[in-house]
């Protein structure tokens, strides 16, 4: 059998956790996992680890246990588990035997973790006693859950433990992938998960997965960075950390906050490098940022890297720079675009933007993301608030035109779960696939050459009386300021008669030095504002505002809340500093 055979077509059968047994199969005694697991005497960091064999046995017993213990094919389960090898073999168990996961981020909020799991009306409950004490205490899926299960716990208040499961799973052999098993008669468009949207422009959204997208996933991801069987990740964000098996990789699991990655301790990261050669990194802008200056402060090199994949939110050309020289080399960072509807759909290397299109940014073109990956076709739309039932090439905007960017492709989620509000304005039904495009609510132009650029979210957008401000392309303009870490974009007042703010939030040696200094601060700004006067679509920005840190998401603590800040603003407005007249006099 090869892993490279497996196609998303619905006619074919294909369950993603193949990958895991192929890799068991072939490659037994190869580790799967490293976890941290404290220190030894000396006080060297100890490891815990997972073989592809350990883990494809481990999740087939806790697979079959928690089919025999009443949980079905189809039962939707609340998946919260800290990153550990039972998250691993969990979620692999839950994909073997049908079981569909219900991913969702402990960061988001308890408010917004009960509406989630209301709305995905989940059946099942598989945590670690914190989790339970919080679905208790909040009513999490009160009264739609009729099956739990309690990690890291041996008691049985919370439900049937993980070890107990494993024990009920133990009683039968270790099955044949070549005769019926658990993964041999899902279809490609079989449901696989619901895996839940980070909220940055509002509740998050249930996106179904299917384990055809799923596979098209890893075969996209593998074709476009090429990555190798037998590479080791170390990987800073748990679900991607999940392609690993499915990529033949040993992934690294480091001891961080995953909910606060931009607070991650840069020598945790450093001590992974030096103990396994990792040749393969995954980690948002704000991570690469903290990581990035601590080397660069005390000149650290990460030789054995190949390729660092960054997503998240665009990264900032600056944080860009200092990465790549801890890099050495043909090693690239390489920067994903996407989002949990669909990725990955975009790609650019650090050398491209370092070299090329970082000038583009600076002067107020936005950010760009790349070339569309291969299989994925991107078109731009006119915006608009209301629904597009139906495609048709007169829809496609010219090169140049900024526009709602779309996406079809293999890789592209086809519904939310429940939301039918969300599918008719997010969705387009294309007749010539039978399938959808997604409407990414992020505003973006193709230049002549078929790259694309992002302009910022659609509901970010600044509605004034002279017309659309974008988010992006007006913030490459101040964002090139040496004191600045970056700016952000908001709206006072009614749409269509907004008010234009910039939010800044300094560079933290810039912010420690001149921290309450208002003639620096009057200063700053007549230069941010002679920065904007320099460009059409910055000439009307005359109220800037210091905001920091500024509010951002906790999945990779990159994308700007930007709904919060306009909140923060409207009710800080003392605090705004105005440019008065043309000579650059500012008034608090």
């Not at 980070?198 to 997208?213: A, Q, R, W």
């Not at 050459?449 to 970010?460: M, V």
């Amino acid at each position: 059998m090869s892993s490279s055979s497996i196609t998303n077509n619905s006619g074919h059968f294909i369950n993603v956790a193949v990958y895991l047994s192929y890799m068991a199969r072939i490659h037994p005694y190869q580790p799967a996992i490293y976890f941290p697991a404290g220190s030894d005497i000396g006080g060297r960091v100890c490891y815990s680890r997972l073989t592809y064999g350990q883990l494809d046995i481990e999740s087939n017993r806790i697979g079959r246990g928690l089919l025999k213990y009443g949980f079905t094919p189809g039962m939707r389960t609340a998946l919260l588990v800290t990153p550990s090898p039972e998250l691993f073999a969990l979620t692999f168990a839950m994909l073997k035997s049908g079981i569909i996961p219900v991913m969702v981020d402990p960061g988001m909020g308890a408010a917004n973790l009960k509406t989630c799991l209301k709305e995905a009306e989940i059946e099942g409950f598989i945590g670690i006693p914190k989790a339970h004490i919080a679905r208790k205490l909040f009513g999490w899926g009160k009264k739609t859950i009729t099956k739990t299960v309690t990690v890291f716990s041996k008691s049985y208040i919370w439900g049937k433990s993980l070890q107990s499961i494993i024990q009920t799973g133990s009683d039968e052999p270790f099955y044949d992938l070549e005769s019926p098993g658990f993964c041999d008669t899902t279809k490609a468009d079989a449901p696989a998960a619901i895996n839940f949207t980070s909220g940055s422009t509002g509740v998050p959204k249930g996106v179904e997965y299917t384990h055809g997208i799923f596979s098209s996933q890893v075969q996209l991801i593998r074709n476009t960075y090429g990555i190798e069987p037998g590479e080791i990740d170390l990987c800073t964000f748990p679900l991607f950390a999940l392609f690993a098996p499915a990529l033949g990789m040993t992934s690294i699991i480091p001891d961080m906050d995953f909910t606060k990655p931009a607070s991650v301790n840069p020598e945790n990261i450093i001590q992974l490098v030096n103990d396994f050669g990792p040749t393969n990194m995954f980690g948002s802008p704000a991570l690469l940022n903290t990581v990035g200056r601590y080397c660069v402060s005390r000149n650290i090199k990460f030789p054995t890297l190949r390729r660092v994949i960054c997503a998240g939110a665009p990264i900032n050309p600056a944080v860009l720079e200092k990465f790549t020289t801890v890099l050495t080399g043909d090693a690239r960072v390489h920067s994903g675009y996407g989002a949990t509807e669909a990725m990955p759909i975009a790609s650019i290397d650090s050398q491209t933007i370092l070299e090329k299109t970082r000038f583009g940014t600076i002067e107020g073109k936005g950010v760009c993301v790349g070339f569309p990956n291969n299989g994925i076709d991107i078109d731009v739309i006119p915006i608009t608030g209301e629904p597009v039932y139906d495609w048709t090439d007169t829809l496609k905007l010219a090169p140049g035109k900024i526009g709602e960017i779309t996406v079809r492709g293999p890789v592209v989620t086809q519904s939310y779960f429940r939301r039918e509000d969300a599918n008719r304005i997010s969705k387009i039904y294309d007749s010539e696939t039978d399938r959808y495009r997604h409407r990414m609510g992020d505003l973006g132009w193709i230049d002549e050459s078929g790259r694309i650029w992002f302009c910022g979210r659609k509901n970010h957008r600044v509605q004034t009386k002279n017309g659309d401000m974008y988010t992006i392309p007006v913030e490459g303009v101040f964002n090139h300021h040496p004191d600045v870490y970056r700016t952000a974009l908001v709206g006072l007042g009614n749409a269509g008669d907004e008010i234009p703010v910039l939010c800044i939030e300094l560079e933290p040696d810039a912010a420690k030095k001149h921290s309450g200094n208002k003639q620096y601060l009057s200063g700053l700004v007549n230069e941010l504002w002679q920065l904007g006067q320099k460009h059409t679509h910055t000439q009307t920005i005359y109220r800037f505002v210091m905001h920091s840190p500024f509010p951002v998401d906790v999945r990779h603590n990159s994308k700007i809340f930007r709904e919060k800040l306009r909140v923060w603003v409207a009710d800080h407005q003392k605090k705004i500093i105005t440019i008065q007249s043309d000579n650059g006099r500012t008034e608090s």
